[in-house]
Nanobody
Framework: QVHLVESGGGLVQAGGSLTLSCTTS????????MAWFRQAPETEREFVAK????????GYADSVKGRFSISRDNLKNTMTLRMNNLNSEDTGAYYC?????????????????WGQGTQVTVSS
């Protein structure tokens, strides 16, 4: 079991920036590929970005390419999502996910472990 905890959400104006973090008490975070998903009310959870266990590979949803950047620091057991030029469509609960390093795809059911989420609200 991997316990993931997200932080950094909040209220921001359109065009602004936020940085989300995901941490874990597990000392083996480097064994997992990791990702961010988000979910707006009454919508399905959707893929945002992912990063390989060593940080060498990343992937992004088309809707966030060029605006969001995912990174990780395995020594600190932390993964980060830097979000720039936010708009109202970015509003939602953001979830950190982890999975064994098989490079899972964009479906939520491909990821094994989840955090509780952190809310991001973008005001126009």
């Amino acid at each position: 079991q991997v316990h993931l905890v997200e932080s950094g959400g909040g209220l921001v104006q359109a065009g602004g920036s936020l940085t989300l973090s995901c941490t874990t008490s597990e000392r083996t975070l480097s064994r997992y590929d990791m990702a961010w998903f988000r979910q707006a009310p009454e919508t399905e959870r959707e893929f945002v970005a992912k990063i390989s266990w060593g940080g060498g590979s990343t992937g992004y949803a088309d809707s966030v390419k060029g605006r969001f950047s995912i990174s990780r620091d395995n020594l600190k057991n932390t993964m980060t999502l830097r979000m720039n030029n936010l708009n109202s469509e970015d509003t939602g609960a953001y979830y950190c996910a982890a999975s064994p390093p098989t490079w899972p795809g964009p479906r939520p059911d491909e990821w094994n472990y989840w955090g509780q989420g952190t809310q991001v609200t973008v005001s126009s």
